[in-house]
């Protein structure tokens, strides 16, 4: 599941357009690793994604 817990941001469709300008299905995954989080006093592991983590390392 590629998707992030905090931001919910997730895989996103579009196609691939060569030079003759046919066009192709793809995806776009975001970054995403698994994280060991502490909520309230209790640690998870969460999938979050790398804007996310970038944010709370500055935390």
């Known amino acids: 599941m590629a998707k992030c ?3 919910n941001k ?5 196609e691939n357009v ?3 300008h046919r066009k192709t299905n793809r995806c776009w995954k975001p970054n995403i690793r698994k994280v060991k989080v ?5 640690t998870k592991s969460l999938p979050v994604c790398s804007r996310c983590l970038r944010t ?4």
Do not use: D, P, R
């Open 5 to 7: 817990s905090i931001c």
């Open 38 to 42: 502490t909520i309230n006093g209790n």
């Open 56 to 59: 709370m390392k500055k935390a």
């Open 18 to 20: 060569s030079h003759s």
């Open 10 to 14: 997730g895989v996103v469709f579009g």
